[in-house]
């Protein structure tokens, strides 16, 4: 099973940026769909950004459209996801995941499509 580790996270005005970072360990996600998700407290988790393997199509939430890009590095093993013009209801942890089935169809808003999840890192937006 792969091994997923968030970086990147921390404090930050509105209006500034993030990177967000997900390195893998244990196998290639090169042929992985890979999401990012984030939880706010007392909330559920929600879907942030996707990326498939394939294609590597982007899909987004439309609360982060046009303000995050997810992209990925299948030579360093990893997915980034930065994150511009950040608001106070960005704030959340952020969690990496994975979908190591290989499915060409992937339901990437709905977190149990997911199989493998990092510990998630926190990012924290002061108005």
């Known amino acids: 099973q792969v091994q997923l580790v968030e970086s990147g996270g921390g404090l930050v005005q509105a209006g500034g940026s993030l990177r967000l970072s997900c390195t893998a360990s244990?196998?290639?996600?090169?042929?992985?769909?890979m999401g990012w998700f984030r939880q706010a407290p007392g909330k559920e988790r929600e879907f942030v950004a996707a990326i498939m393997w394939r294609d590597e199509n982007t899909y987004y939430a439309d609360s982060v459209k046009g303000r995050f890009t997810i992209s990925r590095d299948n030579a360093k093993n990893t997915v980034n996801l930065q994150m511009n013009s950040l608001k106070p209801e960005d704030t959340a942890v952020y969690y990496c995941?994975?979908?190591?089935?290989?499915?060409?169809?992937?339901?990437?808003?709905?977190?149990?499509?997911?199989?493998?999840w990092g510990q998630g890192t926190q990012v924290t937006v002061s108005s």
């Open positions: 244990g196998r290639t996600i090169t042929r992985y769909t």
């Open positions: 995941a994975a979908d190591s089935t290989g499915r060409l169809r992937v339901v990437i808003f709905d977190p149990r499509a997911y199989d493998s």
